[in-house]
């Protein structure tokens, strides 16, 4: 699989997170396209095609989970992997994230070592 053409969306209202994470994917090739917000996010989704969706469960306009379900119910969008980004490491907000269809967790603070290789993970079982 050639990861320069796979398209990633970063839903993320920090921007220091943004960045690091918009910085490290672009470094390995990645597309990426950043989302604040959950309107963005949905523009977003109209517009372009996207591999994999990495989504901040703590969004200012919207809740990430309920986010997440709405994007899992249209059918032009279910089958793209959505990632969850979490601050909250507990096993509780996991099982939250996979029950409204996360195909995977990463947790804040993002380990820059791993966070590539994580999303190679999803991707590879997406497309597998
Ligand atoms: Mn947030």
């Given at each position: 699989?050639?990861?320069?053409?796979?398209?990633?969306?970063?839903?993320?209202?920090?921007?220091?997170?943004?960045?690091?994470?918009?910085?490290?994917?672009?470094?390995?090739?990645?597309?990426?396209?950043?989302?604040?917000?959950?309107?963005?996010?949905?523009?977003?989704?109209?517009a372009n095609a996207?591999?994999?969706?990495?989504?901040?469960?703590?969004?200012?306009?919207?809740?990430?989970?309920?986010?997440?379900?709405?994007?899992?119910?249209?059918?032009?969008?279910?089958?793209?992997?959505?990632?969850?980004?979490?601050?909250?490491?507990?096993?509780?907000?996991?099982?939250?994230?996979?029950?409204?269809?996360?195909?995977?967790?990463?947790?804040?603070?993002?380990?820059?070592?791993?966070?590539?290789?994580?999303?190679?993970?999803?991707?590879?079982?997406?497309?597998?």
């Amino acid at each position: 699989m050639d990861k320069i053409r796979e398209r990633v969306l970063v839903v993320e209202d920090n921007a220091m997170n943004m960045e690091l994470v918009s910085d490290l994917l672009i470094a390995q090739g990645f597309t990426v396209m950043g989302a604040e917000d959950a309107d963005v996010c949905w523009a977003k989704l109209r517009a372009n095609a996207f591999d994999l969706i990495l989504m901040d469960l703590q969004l200012p306009d919207k809740d990430g989970y309920t986010l997440v379900r709405e994007i899992k119910q249209d059918p032009a969008l279910a089958t793209i992997p959505i990632v969850a980004l979490t601050a909250y490491a507990m096993a509780g907000d996991q099982d939250k994230a996979l029950a409204a269809g996360c195909a995977g967790v990463i947790t804040k603070p993002i380990d820059t070592q791993k966070i590539t290789r994580q999303i190679e993970h999803y991707l590879k079982r997406a497309n597998s």
